[in-house]
């Protein structure tokens, strides 16, 4: 693609999609649907009542909505005037939003009401007070109050350029601080209109969005950007349980989704006791985010009743695709080709040495697309001295060119999507006075793709599950960081050498 054509701010994309599209339906969720004149149109009034607010060009503002129409339109007001959203999940708490807001400074905090049971009032007082920088803590309902006013406000809106800071997106890190990853408004537009492309995105798309919005698998990968790109419908599902999800399939004609293999297989397993819902509209289901078993992706196919495309990428800036030339072997078995043509893929060995194809190694990527270094971070490790990103993931490339994900170089565990470290389980679980020591494991899981394990050696007595939960709990930890097993150990099985002898953990979770 013609990266002059994507060289523009949201500012600019909105306008156009405005006039484009028009009437057409852009955006929708339970409560209401907008079509592109009006989402621009709510959008521009939601900028202006934050500028009146104080917020202007370069502020860092945390973003932690649920799947609904006014993530959407906050975060495309904030990028619309040279705001940078940094998205965070739902499922973090105060101690992991402490940490993004002590590296960023945000001057605002954008929080769900309610969402999933858990009410965020409280997590919004203790993050003002732990971070004198934020000014402003804002709920669904209070943004809903904002769009709502006729804003007449004379005050002057900056705009972005195509090379500022769009917004920043977290990744799982191999550490127990998230990096920050800087997404430029030229990069988030090229990945997005990109992809959409390779996708056969068009006016007639209607896609799905279930996974987090926050991850850039559903937000642009190509997702709900790649949609609008293209003059698409997105429908944005609440959350990703069968009931919802598939009566929204159902009732919008859903064509396209993406998800992570383990809510894939979620669903596979719940139409095999109940195949009610008509799924007749569903064209394709798109899976990334973790490893995809041919044997799996089969059943997702044939219970689901329609194609897959599998894509492999990293919030760095990197995607590879499957497309429709490809055969069901290929599409199956394989995580695509790189969507653009200007991207360069590269397997080395541990001495960094290029490997021929078909060999294992670590896979190394280059583009155009690619981000420059992790926000107020030396990133200087990340690249090799011709400027490919070191991924982490292990695999191999065919003589054909489609890449093939094998593993990954870190202990870090792949639970649905989301990411944990085991060591910061690790440190929170030490703290409690019965535990003398503990390590924390990802266990392959059918359902979530890799559970959690915990096990445990006892200081003094016996303690019970649910006491570590709420252990955690107080802790601040998210709940999907919370260990799905735990296994009690009078002593630790060793190697040869010493060292915790982690295959007989294995053993043990699995019996």
């Known amino acids: 693609m013609d990266g002059k054509k994507v060289y523009k701010s949201m500012y600019e994309w909105l306008n156009m999609w405005a006039e484009q599209y028009g009437s057409h339906e852009a955006l929708c969720d339970n409560k209401g649907s907008y079509s592109y004149e009006s989402l621009n149109t709510s959008v521009k009034n939601l900028s202006i009542g934050f500028a009146d607010m104080g917020l202007r060009k370069s502020d860092k503002v945390i973003l932690q909505l649920d799947n609904c129409n006014e993530f959407v339109i906050v975060c495309f007001a904030l990028m619309s005037m040279g705001v940078i959203p940094i998205l965070a999940v739902p499922g973090l708490r105060v101690n992991d939003l ?180 008509d799924f007749s509209s569903l064209k394709y289901c798109m899976l990334g985010g973790a490893k995809l078993e041919e044997t799996d992706a089969r059943k997702i196919m044939d219970s689901l009743n329609c194609d897959i495309i599998q894509g492999y990428g990293m919030s760095e800036g990197f995607l590879s695709l499957s497309t429709w030339k490809d055969s069901v072997y290929e599409r199956i078995n394989y995580q695509g080709k790189p969507m653009s043509d200007e991207d360069q893929v590269i397997i080395v060995d541990d001495d960094g040495k290029e490997q021929p194809y078909g060999i294992e190694g670590e896979i190394l990527v280059k583009g155009p697309y690619l981000f420059s270094g992790y926000y107020e971070m030396d990133s200087s490790e990340c690249f090799n001295a011709d400027g490919f990103y070191h991924t982490g993931d292990l695999g191999y490339i065919t003589a054909d060119g489609y890449i093939k994900i094998t593993g990954r170089k870190s202990d870090q565990i792949n639970r649905m999507g989301e990411k944990i470290m085991p060591s910061e389980i690790e440190s929170y679980l030490a703290e409690h006075e019965k535990i003398m020591e503990v390590v924390v494991m990802g266990i392959p899981d059918t359902i979530l793709g890799e559970r959690s394990c915990a096990f445990l050696r006892m200081a003094k007595g016996n303690v019970k599950p649910e006491e570590l939960r709420e252990h955690l709990s107080k802790k601040g930890v998210a709940q999907y960081k919370v260990p799905d097993q735990m296994i009690l150990l009078d002593e630790f099985p060793h190697t040869a050498t010493g060292k915790i002898n982690k295959r007989m953990l294995l053993t043990m979770a699995n019996k």
């Open 98 to 277: 402490d940490i993004i807001a002590k590296k960023a400074n945000p001057v605002m905090y954008i929080r769900p009401d309610e969402y999933m049971g858990f009410i965020y009032a409280e997590t919004g007082r203790k993050l003002q007070i732990m971070n004198p920088s934020i000014k402003y803590v804002l709920g669904t309902s209070d943004i809903n109050k904002m769009m709502e006013q006729s804003n007449n406000s004379a005050v002057e809106i900056e705009q972005p350029k195509a090379e500022d800071i769009g917004l920043i997106l977290l990744s799982g890190g191999t550490t127990n601080i998230p990096k920050l990853i800087p997404v430029t408004h030229y990069a988030f537009a090229y990945h997005a209109s990109e992809a959409g492309k390779t996708c056969r995105f068009n006016r007639e798309t209607i896609y799905m969005a279930v996974m987090p919005v926050e991850h850039k698998l559903t937000l642009f990968s190509p997702g709900i950007m790649g949609t609008l790109f293209c003059g698409g419908k997105v429908v944005m599902c609440s959350d990703s349980s069968c009931e919802t999800a598939f009566s929204l399939i159902e009732e919008e004609q859903v064509n396209v989704v993406s998800l992570v293999p383990s809510v894939a297989k979620m669903w596979v397993e719940d139409l095999e006791w109940d195949d009610s819902y």
